[in-house]
């Protein structure tokens, strides 16, 4: 197993478990997560018995950046894994500070016609190292500390359901990379069942739902997971979580030309979210060679806006980040599985 892999509370049990003080879990965390070094030889507040068997135990590897592609706010990396798989995270420069958008597997099964991931399908899940590994590799690359992080890159989170939830206890340790659990996002197709699943957890992380359509017809065409669980099972999925947590969940709507874009559209949309404490962010959708959807007018974007605004629907437009260098989900990686 690797040594990134492990939340703290599983590391002191380890510890315990070879009748050490549970304490050396949190020297362990300072050395990785801290002080950033990589070798257990130099963990020098450990005894030699236990830094040898800390070696036997357990992997220290890192993953190798093969690719970087940049532009002024952007910064797009491309890893190579232990196995020779690829995957992908962007670093974004906000105005609050520097996020992350990482990777939760190799491929996607979730098949959204409009995406790149989808294309290739899933290969493998990500170990939670691998994730907790895009970030510290960044960090280490820009000398900088990332503040906030998006699970948004390739792959669905939440069918990597274990690995994820122990990364985000990792970077939200305050002993691991202590990022805030308002400053991590973890964003769905919409699981259902996971999505009761992670309602239960004490995580106050902000939840975000790809919908992408107003009604099941354009959903089922568009994501094939909406066959399985439609929009009213989501919707109570949905109300359900901000029930149980209190927090508002962000609603993903990638404008789509022709497609999910028109007036009667955002009227719809806003039917269906009125009474729940969620915001829909308007994504301007990121063209890819390989795919036939078109991304909305700028002005059929705003118009749809402004009639969710009049609807009383709390709305903001995202800003583009990097379509320059595409980091439209999973460019990167599919041009390089075709090379
Ligand atoms: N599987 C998760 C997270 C990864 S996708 C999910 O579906 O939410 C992250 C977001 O990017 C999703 O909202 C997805 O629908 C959207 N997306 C995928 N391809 C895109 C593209 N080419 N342009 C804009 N958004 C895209």
Redesign the pocket.
Known sequence: MHILDIPREKLEEYFIGIGEKKFKALQVFEWLYEKKEWSSDNFSNLKKEVRDKLKDDFVFSKIEIVKKEEDELTKKYLFKLEDNNHVEAVLMYHDYGRSVCIS?QVG?N?G?K????GRLKKVRNLNTFEMVLQIMMIEEDIKERISSVV???????LDNYDNVINFIKIINDAKGLAIGARHITL???GLVPKIYELANLPLQINL???L?APNDEIRNQVMPVNKVYNISQLMTAISDYIAQTNRRVTI?Y?MLKEVNDSKEHATMLANLLRGLNVYVNL??????NN?VFKKSDKSTILAFYDELKKQKINVTIRKEFGSKISA???QLRSKEVKR
Do not use: K, Q, R
């Open positions: 939760s996607c979730m959204c409009f995406c790149e991931s699970i948004m890159g390739i792959g669905e989170p964003s769905t197709c975000a739902i790809s992408h993903e990638v994504i301007p959708y990121n063209e890819t795919i439209a989900c999973g």
